[in-house]
Each structure stands twice: as structure tokens, then as C-alpha cells.
């Protein structure tokens, strides 16, 4: 469905409140031009040559900087610099996961982590989740389980975050039961009012894989993520990584290390953070004007979705078709779910268009929903 959807995405005209396409206006393009040419000037031997597996020492050492700023103090040797964090999915599970093992989710979850486990022929499990997210008492006592993955931040679809008393409650939980923790952090830097909590990592920083992206703050063709992982873990992920592809782009990691010397990235996402909250105002306003007792949800504080349930007992996946014929597309409910469920729910991103195109997308959506009556 991903992959149908970024087809789709790039139809002339189509409203996209489907995938979670960053808006290109938000891309720092000219950074991109000048650290390009400050990296073939300066460095490219290095840039241009194979490099470790474990990337770049001095990206890593930002990278770890970066993180203090969050409430995470991180030695940069426990960082993997990878091709994105759908890789650092990837990875954990080769390393954690095989067949008939469980992996507990929240529900719903990030489909491409259901993607990315389910060749390791691993079980996706849900675990119940209220407003603030998985509830620690529920976390299954099974010697299958694997791994616990968690989105604490703006989640994908439900643009949740984790308050940090439930954080540290999950991350006291997951350690009374030896279980690892996969912490996955693409959007915890697109907040809109406050910073979220410290990552859950920096509870239980011996069994969490920390995996963070700079698709969300930078650019997603870029390819660059990370992980930070404990000792008992970091060996047999770099192991991996190198036989996946021996390391991520020297070149793109050697741009990336220029812009952030540059120090652009503070300003940066100053501009993404006040686009996006933009954005996510006039979701909010179309969807109060449009499916005001039709449907409910949340407004996030941050990150890129809104969670959209709609009260009329509709499959939104029957609905795409009819949707995409009149110019819009959202992600329907259900691909966000590892069992049965979500039938009745969509997911619309509110970062890839602008504030009229959301409204009439919106206003296309909500004319759809209520006249669709219950099968
Ligand atoms: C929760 C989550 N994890 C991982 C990814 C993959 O990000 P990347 O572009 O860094 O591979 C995404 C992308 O949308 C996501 O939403």
C-alpha cells in the first residue's frame, strides 16, 4: 500500500494527505548545495571512498552531542550511523528477531516495522494502549517475546507522544522482564509548543536500541539515519550492517557532517516546526468544519499525522478507490494494524500540501465519509 501510495502521491493534482511525504518546500536545499561542495573540496578522498561500517566519527560525535540536548547523555562509540532508520528497523530485526519469536507493537503501529519484521518470520503481537500510550502492566510475561517496538514520539499514525511518567513506568516494566526495547524516534524533533520528555532510551539505556532518522529534519532522499545501541547489542548490529551494505553513503554522510558543522540545523527546523504547526492548524480547522459528530481524533503537538476515527462504521479501505478518483488520498486504518482492526480509521498527513489544498482535501474526504453508510 506504501508503495501504491507514493505513486499516487505524485499524480499532478492529487490532494496527498496520504504518505508522509515531507513538504519540499521544507527541504534545505541550498545547505545541500554548499555542504555538497565544501565535501568534494575539502574531503573527497574520504567522501568519495569506502568508509566503517560504523560511519563517520565525527558525524557520530554530533550525533551524540545532539542527543545530550535531549536529556540523553550517549557515547558516540554506541553509535551506527544507517540507510535511514527503515534500516535500523531492519536490523534489529535480524539481530533480535526469528521464526515464531513474538515482537510486542502498539496498536496501531508504524506498517513499514510490521514490513520490516515480518521477513524474519517473527510475530507481530499487539500490546493495549490508552491515551498515553502502552499500558505497562499489560506488557505479556511470555519468553517468546522478543522485543517491545515503540514509536514514543508524534507516532505514526497516531500522533501520540509518551508523557515521561509513562515512560519511565514502560521502561521500568520492559526491564523487569529482560524484554529489549526498539525505540524508533523519526519526528521527536518536530515538536510544535514543547520538546517531548527524554527519550525512553535514557531510562534503560543497556536494553534499548534507539533508532533516529534525518529524514523528518532534513531530507528523506538523503538515506541517513542512526541507531545507538548497548554493548551487549552493537557488535551483532554492526556485524549485520556490514553485510547488508557494507556502510551508508560516505558522500551523503560527509554532506550531512558539513551541513550540521555549518550549524543550519537549529534554524532549520525552527522553519519545519512553525510549516508544519501551519499545517496542522488547518488540518485541525477542516476537520472541525467538515466531520464535526462524523468522526473524532486528537490533535498532535507535534510530528505529522492526525489520527482520524470515523463514527460511521465505514471500511475506509473501501473508501481509497472512490477517494482517489475524486483527488485525494489518506492511508486507510487497518494497514496500521497487526491483527484485524483500524477498519474505521484513516491517517492524513498534514505536512505535504498547503493549507487550502488541506482544507479541500478535507472538505472531499468528509463529504465521502458521511455519505458512506455501514456495510
Ligand atoms: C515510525 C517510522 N519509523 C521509520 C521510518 C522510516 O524513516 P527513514 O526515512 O529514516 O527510513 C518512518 C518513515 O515514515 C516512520 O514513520
Redesign the pocket.
Known sequence: MIRELMKLAGRPGLVSLGG?MPSVESFPTRAVEEACIRALRTSSSTALQYGTTEGLPMLREHIARRLATRGWAVDPTRVLITS???QG?DLVGKVLLEYGARVAVEAPT?L??LQAFAPYEALSTAVPCDGDGPLPGELPDDPGLRALYL?PNFQ?PTGRCIPEARRATLAAAASGLALPLIE?D?YGDLWFDEAPPPPLASYWPEGTVYLG?L?KVLA?GLRL?FLVAPPSLYPLLVQAKQAADLHSSTFVQTVVLEMLRADMLEEHLQAVRARYRQGRDAMESALREHLSGHASWSTPAGGMFFWVQAHTGVDTARLLPAAVERGVSFVPGSAFHCAPGGEDSLRLSFVTETAERIEQGVATLAGLLRSASPN
Open positions: 508522509g535511514g532508520s527503515q528497523l508504524y513499514g516495522a514509536i505514526n524508533d523519526p532518522s529524514s528523506p539515519g
